[in-house]
């Protein structure tokens, strides 16, 4: 098992989860973070501390789509291991629905 970042991070990428994971697992996007499953070592303290509540086990129903998102950009984007400033309008987005579709990007983020 491990974790994975699903849609509710997107536009809002709170990083309260990166400043608990004790290995260092997170990849920053231009607008959300993935977990590197490979990296992950289950312990699940990064769930509760989301407040989009966009982290999830991997065994939950229907996250096979962002088991594999996660594992691909955790590969191509810089990590983050400390917290930032969540964007001024996370708090917008904060239950959207269908964010992937219209918000998701492929871009790097800054990292650390």
Known sequence: ???VVTEACI???YTDCVEV????CFYEGENMLV???SECID???CEPECPAEAILPDTEDGLEKWLELNTKFSAEWPNITGQKE???DADD???EEGKFEKYFSEE???GD
């Open 1 to 3: 098992m491990t974790y």
């Open 11 to 13: 536009k809002c990428k």
């Open 86 to 88: 969540p964007p001024a």
């Open 93 to 95: 987005h904060k239950g």
């Open 21 to 24: 994971c004790p290995v260092d």
């Open 35 to 37: 977990i590197n499953p």
């Open 108 to 110: 790097p983020g800054e």
């Open 43 to 45: 312990c699940g303290v």
